[in-house]
């Protein structure tokens, strides 16, 4: 039932024309680490811009489409960030006023289309200003857009380029985001 829904869905957002299907959707796929199928997410436009709705489904190859949640947008632009490295971990992120949070779950039970599943961590600071990686132990890299002095308060700069990123006087940090010593973070 789950799956006719989700497709009755996403058929309701799908223009007739190409080119009022790339102007109004964003139709992004990510195949989970280790396993046979992906996530995708397909996001619109809110009524009320700049906040947008998600709709997220999984697809196993040679299945059709099986609807995970769709979210609609109030107060914050929402979008699914990926996986950890190896796909212990699904990251859900939301920036409001153009701070964003990312909301971390465990990958088996996100794939799970029941009910959202509890978190296991939520990371929100003012001055993270991106997720960078999540690796299968925790440990995360944020774009860090404070100075590199308020960056000693929470954590120390890591002098490091990740895909060829570099915020030249801002730095990146990390924190496991399973340690409950970042508490004022999560």
């Not at 992004?28 to 998600?54: M, R």
């Not at 971390?104 to 600071?125: G, H, K, M, N, Y």
């Not at 960078?132 to 774009?143: K, S």
């Amino acid at each position: 039932m789950k799956t006719l829904y989700g497709l009755i869905l996403l058929s309701l957002f799908i223009p007739t024309n190409g080119i009022a299907a790339a102007d109004l959707m964003s139709l992004e796929c990510q195949i989970v680490p280790q396993k046979n199928l992906e996530i995708c997410s397909l996001s619109t436009q809110a009524e009320h811009f700049p906040v947008n709705d998600l709709i997220l489904y999984k697809r196993e190859k040679g299945h059709l489409p099986v609807l995970i949640e769709v979210i609609k947008g109030d107060v914050a632009i929402s979008w699914f960030w990926g996986f950890s490295t190896q796909g212990k971990y699904s990251v859900m992120s939301f920036a409001e006023e153009g701070h964003p949070y990312f909301v971390v779950f465990e990958t088996e039970a996100f794939l799970q289309t029941e009910q959202r599943p509890t978190a296991i961590a939520v990371v929100s600071d003012y001055f993270l200003e991106s997720l960078i990686e999540l690796q299968d132990d925790g440990t995360a890299v944020f774009a860090y857009s404070g100075s590199r002095q308020t960056a000693s308060d929470g954590g120390e700069c890591v002098d490091a380029q990740y895909d060829n990123q570099s915020l030249n006087e801002n730095c990146f940090v990390t924190i496991n985001i399973l340690d409950k010593s970042h508490d004022a973070v999560n």
